[in-house]
């Protein structure tokens, strides 16, 4: 099938974050600035994404991520990561996927569980934080 140049799947904000995500690990010596670590991945799809937060006083205050995954897992998860710095951790817990969607205004339903991923992400990072601070 060939792919018109306005034949795009996505939102404006999906393909935003697609073409140039924020806050993507780049390097690897960037991971031992971080104190709190997360991967979840959906066997279903092969999504894969892995989060590194940096958490001082119960806040987040950096944040870096990687994804191995569709146009939607790597929008949904630069989305989220852009949505967390400077959240507190309590607040940060209270993310859904659906928050994750409303940023990107949306996605295809058959694309849906690539969100839900971001906030499990996030969530096994706080864990680990905790656990590691507690």
């Known amino acids: 099938m060939k792919v018109e140049g306005n034949d795009w799947f996505y939102t404006k904000?999906?393909?935003?974050?697609?073409?140039?995500?924020?806050?993507?690990?780049k390097e690897e010596k960037e991971i031992k600035?971080?104190?709190?670590?997360?991967?979840v991945g959906n066997m279903k799809c092969g999504d894969v994404m892995e989060i590194w937060l940096l958490i001082?006083?119960?806040k987040i205050k950096?944040?870096?991520w990687r994804t191995f995954g569709c146009a939607s897992a790597i929008a949904s998860t630069s989305a989220m990561s852009e949505m967390v710095k400077g959240m507190?951790?309590?607040?940060?817990?209270?993310?859904?996927?659906?928050?994750?969607?409303?940023?990107l205004k949306g996605l295809p339903a058959i694309k849906?569980?690539?969100?839900?991923?971001?906030?499990?992400?996030?969530r096994e990072a706080i864990k680990d934080y905790e656990s590691n601070n507690n």
């Open 33 to 39: 600035e971080f104190n709190g670590y997360g991967k």
């Open 112 to 122: 849906v569980h690539c969100s839900v991923l971001g906030d499990e992400a996030l």
């Open 13 to 25: 904000e999906v393909k935003e974050h697609f073409m140039n995500p924020k806050n993507f690990l």
């Open 56 to 58: 001082e006083k119960n």
């Open 62 to 64: 950096d944040v870096r």
């Open 88 to 103: 507190s951790i309590h607040n940060a817990l209270k993310l859904t996927a659906s928050d994750i969607m409303d940023k």
